[in-house]
């Protein structure tokens, strides 16, 4: 038995993400997007994996792959967004003009107005969420500096404010509508991917038995981030704010790469160590995952119906 009592017969390298009334699974070759339109039908979209990771083959390097895999899957993910966003709510992108700004940079660059969107669109939420989770927990840790000397102590409690602030996120947006939605889809991405992985056929019968927490999300993966930048930077010298935040900002791909591989061998391991491991990042999915409904399911399998190959090992975990 595996963590929280879920077997898993055949770990596989296929992951996904829930988007707006829908689901993106990514598989060894293959990437396919499954979204209910208003009409109630299941549109699905499949493109080949050609992120820069997998392109140059940078996710066989151990530790480099992390930080890299994380950028080219905030792409990915971006992309995958706006693409469901234009499916389920097609109205609302008919109704809507463009801009002055917007129609200025569309006569700059034309096609490719979208792709340059989607990278500055990643480029703002990495800037944002290294603001808010890892430069604010500095700068407010560094109040306290007067009041305590252990400089492994202001460490530690910079770590537990990162934490405290991104569980109070994820509670806050959790109570919108929109969001919960997109968390039953979130569910249901990892109930799919469960019964696959125990090798059962894909229905809805199947797939509704299974848990919503698994090892290899991007929650748990998160999570880890935490704990393990919090462990780095402890043994760090507590020096002025510029200096602390270059240093965070300079371990931030040292940090990811550590925490990639340890998700890699929690989604693959079923030993004690990997289950303590895992429980904390498992549990913090209680969050970010809800129990789906019939149709997202549907829509899940979909998805992973779409990035299955002939040959099982190639996407084995």
């Known amino acids: ?18 988007l707006i009334e829908g689901v993106m699974m990514k598989g060894p070759k293959e990437m396919a997007i499954a979204v209910r339109n208003p009409e109630n039908e299941i549109i699905i979209k499949k493109e080949p994996v050609e992120g820069f990771v997998t392109k140059y083959k940078l996710n066989k390097i151990p530790f480099l792959r992390g930080g890299l895999a994380l950028i080219d899957s905030m792409i990915t993910g971006v992309r995958s ?3 469901a966003a234009d499916i389920a709510m097609p109205e609302e992108e008919t109704d809507k003009e463009p801009g002055r700004f917007e129609a200025f940079l569309g006569k700059i660059f034309g096609e490719k107005l979208g792709d340059i969107m989607i990278y500055f ?26 009041f305590i000397k252990n400089i492994v102590v202001l460490n530690l409690m910079e770590g537990v404010l990162r934490l405290v602030l991104f569980v109070v996120y994820i509670a806050v947006i959790s109570r919108m ?16 991917i469960y019964c ?105 399998i979909e998805a992973l119906k779409g990035v299955l190959v002939e040959n099982e090992d190639d996407a084995r975990w």
């Open 196 to 300: 696959y992985e125990n090798g059962e056929e894909l229905t809805v019968e199947n797939v509704r038995k299974y848990t919503t927490l698994h090892p290899r999300c991007g929650t748990s993966f998160l999570f880890i981030v935490m704990m393990v930048s919090m462990v780095i930077f402890s043994l760090i010298e507590w020096s002025d704010p510029i200096t602390r935040m270059l240093t965070r900002l300079a371990l931030l791909p040292v940090v990811a790469g550590i925490s990639y591989e340890i998700i890699r061998i929690a989604g693959r391991s079923q030993s004690a160590l990997m289950s303590i491991v895992s429980y904390p990042g498992m549990m913090m999915q209680k969050l970010t995952t809800l129990e789906p409904d019939d149709s997202q399911i549907e829509v899940a």
């Open 1 to 18: 038995m595996s963590r929280l009592g879920q077997r898993v017969a055949k770990p596989t390298s296929i992951g996904g993400q829930a």
């Open 81 to 83: 967004l706006n693409y």
């Open 177 to 192: 509508e929109d969001i919960r939605r997109v968390f039953q889809y979130h569910g249901a991405e990892h109930k799919t």
């Open 121 to 146: 669109s990643v480029f703002v939420a990495l800037i944002m969420s290294v603001g808010i989770f890892i430069l604010g927990p500095t700068l407010l840790t560094g109040v306290l500096k007067n």
